[in-house]
C-alpha cells in the first residue's frame, strides 16, 4: 500500500517590517538622550558640591589657621578675587608663615558672592573681597558664597560664613545680620556668692 507522503510543515518566518525597526531605533534613541543628559547633569552636581566641600575646608583651614597662630594681621584670609578660582592665604607648612595657594574651580563652574541682608549677586573679578580671620577665629562681616555651573538644570551651592566664623552650606540669610556681642561683658567679684559659715 502506497501512504500518501506528508508534506512538510511551512513555518511563517515573517521578520520585522521596517516601520517596527525605525520605531524601536527612535524610542531606543529618546531614552538615551534623556539618561545621557541626567548623568550629564548629575555629574556637573557632584563636581559644584565637590568644589563647595574644598571650598568649606579651606575656609575652615584658615580658620583654624587664625587660632592656631594667634593672628592679628589678618594673614590667614581666603581673597575671593576671580569667578573661576579663589586664593587661600594660610600657613600650609606649619612654619608660622603664611603663602598663597590659587584654587582652580571645575570648568564651567563660577564663583559669585553678596553680603547679607543684601540679595545683589557681586562678581568678585570686579568687586573683589577678603575673608579674614582674627585671632578668635572670628570675621568682619557675614558673606554668601555661591557657586553655579552654566549648565542649565545643575543646582547651585552655597555657604554662609557668619561673623562668628561659622559656616552654614547651602542655606539662606534673611534678615538684618548683626556682629554677636557678649551679654555679659562686666562681672563683679561678689556677684552671686553666698557667704559660707563654718561649724566647729
Known amino acids: 500500500m502506497n501512504f ?9 518566518a515573517a521578520g520585522f517590517s521596517v516601520v ?11 531614552v538615551s538622550t534623556i539618561a545621557l543628559t541626567s548623568f550629564r547633569n548629575a555629574s556637573k552636581t557632584f563636581n559644584v558640591a565637590g568644589a563647595m566641600r574644598n571650598l568649606t575646608a579651606y575656609l575652615e583651614k584658615a580658620r583654624v589657621d587664625a ?8 594673614s590667614a584670609r581666603i581673597d575671593v578675587n576671580s ?33 547679607p541682608p543684601a540679595t545683589t549677586s557681586i562678581d568678585p573679578s570686579t568687586t573683589p573681597v577678603a575673608i579674614q580671620y582674627n585671632w578668635r577665629g ?34 539662606t540669610v ?12 562686666v562681672v563683679t567679684t561678689t556677684t552671686a556668692i553666698k557667704s559660707i559659715q563654718y561649724r566647729v
Open 4 to 12: 500518501p507522503k506528508k508534506q512538510p510543515r511551512l513555518c511563517s
Open 20 to 30: 517596527e525597526l525605525l520605531v524601536v531605533i527612535a524610542v531606543v534613541a529618546i
Open 67 to 74: 587660632v592656631r597662630r594667634h593672628v592679628t594681621d589678618g
Open 83 to 115: 569667578a573661576t578660582s579663589y586664593t587661600v592665604h594660610i600657613d600650609f607648612s606649619g612654619g608660622g608663615t603664611s603663602s598663597d595657594r590659587t584654587i582652580s574651580l571645575p570648568a564651567g563652574t563660577t564663583l559669585s558672592y553678596t553680603l
Open 138 to 171: 572670628q570675621t568682619a562681616s557675614t558673606v554668601l558664597l555661591t557657586l553655579t555651573d552654566s549648565t542649565a538644570g545643575v543646582a547651585s551651592s552655597t555657604v554662609v560664613v557668619g561673623p562668628a566664623g561659622d559656616l552654614s552650606t547651602d542655606t
Open 174 to 185: 534673611t534678615g538684618p545680620v548683626t556682629t554677636p556681642t557678649p551679654q555679659n561683658t
